[in-house]
């Protein structure tokens, strides 16, 4: 009986962590340190026809991307979208590789605390001369350098030499979260990108966003006319700004009312100020919440757990009972309750304890095999370490313990009297 109560416990608690395991990665903060410094300013310029329950669009336009990089409101600002260049390396004959990355301004690295194993990010004047400079990832690196330090060299993007900067440290934020704007909230668990280059340049050659949307029957952009293209109002741009303090945020808050107030004025906007000011955490939570598929797995393996321990109530209640014999006879010798009530919560804690053990070996055999069971790119966010065997096994015995609690109380209700009479 014992056994089996270890074997129904490691079971439900390994079912249990390892849907814990998955809701931890998927709804992990990838910045812990700057998430409530971190904004998102968003401005609806396409009005209440087009946008989602009153929020704006979660991109912005051209027009209004520009207009607030352009008025340094903020300590450190952004503006990026997520784009595909074709390169090659310009000292080798490499074959073309499609590569994926981000167009951003040279602020992205140091707001997003963006480590760097070679050389640095590019500086303002780059940005402001539209500068034919990359950082790329470690990956990148490693395949066409060999991992070496390659800044100063050069590659060709979309036929266009650039020097390279600043290579990457192994930076892959889950979610990816800086571009859900221009890349799309169902690419959230998608690796980081291997190009970054300055948004001007990107411009300039006339990259558009993987993401677009457009307030016209259709939803697609055009862009044949690029000029034109630039001044419509299709959303595409992402736009982050860093606010250390309560009245920093307030300011800006302000400056985003102002600015939308004086397009309604201009007759570009036919509606109210409509604005937001999100920090990361919140903004997180309002794009992305939690995968359908995480959450339906805490939910069945909670109750699964559930089912385990009354289970396991019924299982202990029967095993002490069994020796009421023995409780009668210890109690006459002059045993007190309490005497019993910690000798059969020890016992508990021993039975969690080897059933938490059994269990955390389940939940790492859980945790390899998780792509079986949930999408690619989630199973390969699902990791085990000390923190979750630990968590693993104080489950098992706290639930062992909790189940123990009214099967130790009928325990020591037991009357000596009866038992001695009996015997």
């Known amino acids: 009986m014992t056994t089996l109560v270890m074997a129904l ?17 998927t709804t992990s903060n990838p910045l812990p340190a700057k998430s409530s410094r971190l904004f998102v300013p968003q401005i609806d310029n396409v009005g209440p026809s087009y946008n989602w329950g009153g929020d704006p669009r979660v991109g912005l336009s051209y027009i209004d991307a520009m207009a607030l990089w352009k008025a340094h409101e903020a300590k450190r600002q952004t503006i990026l979208f997520a784009s ?40 303002a004047d780059d940005d402001a001369r539209y500068a034919t400079v990359a950082v790329i990832s470690q990956d990148l690196n490693e395949t066409l350098f060999g991992g070496q330090n390659s800044v100063g060299r050069e590659m060709r993007l979309d036929g266009q030499l650039f020097r390279i900067t600043g290579v990457l440290q192994n930076w892959n934020p889950r979610p990816r979260f800086f571009d859900i704007g221009s890349h799309g909230t169902v690419y959230n668990f998608d690796d980081a990108g291997d190009i970054y280059i300055p948004f001007t340049r990107a411009t300039e050659m006339k990259k558009d966003s993987k993401f677009v949307f457009c307030p016209t029957a259709s939803w697609r952009s055009d862009t044949a006319h690029w000029g034109a293209y630039l001044r419509s109002e299709c959303d595409r741009i992402d736009a982050w700004v860093q606010l250390d303090t309560p009245a920093e945020v307030a300011h800006y808050r302000e400056f985003l009312h102002n600015y939308a107030a004086e397009q309604q004025r201009l007759g570009r906007f036919a509606w109210a100020p409509n604005i937001r000011l999100r920090n990361l955490t919140d903004w997180l939570a309002d794009q992305l919440g939690t995968p359908k598929v995480s959450s339906l797995s805490m939910l069945v393996s909670g109750s699964f757990l559930l089912i385990v321990l ?34 059969f919560l020890t016992e508990a804690v021993t039975v969690g304890l080897f059933g938490g053990l059994l269990g955390a070996a389940l939940t790492l055999l859980g945790v390899w095999g998780a792509g079986g069971l949930f999408e690619p790119n989630i199973a390969r966010l699902v990791h085990a370490d000390t923190s979750l065997v630990a968590l693993t096994v104080l489950l098992a015995m706290a639930a062992t313990v909790i189940s123990a609690l009214y099967p130790t109380w009928r325990a020591a209700q037991t009357q000596p009297a009866w038992q001695i009479k009996i015997n």
């Open 84 to 123: 595909t260049w074709q390169m090659n390396p310009a000292d080798r004959p490499t074959q073309a590789m499609s590569l994926d990355g981000d167009a951003v301004t040279a602020d992205f690295f140091p707001m997003f605390d963006v480590p760097f194993r070679y050389g640095s990010g590019w500086t």
């Open 9 to 25: 416990l490691a079971f439900g608690v390994a079912a249990c962590m390892v849907s814990y395991a998955v809701f931890r990665a």
């Open 310 to 343: 009354v289970n396991v109530v019924g299982l202990m209640l029967a095993r002490f009972m069994r020796r009421a014999p023995e409780i009668g006879v210890r109690r006459a010798l002059g045993a007190s309750r309490a005497a019993i009530y910690r000798q």
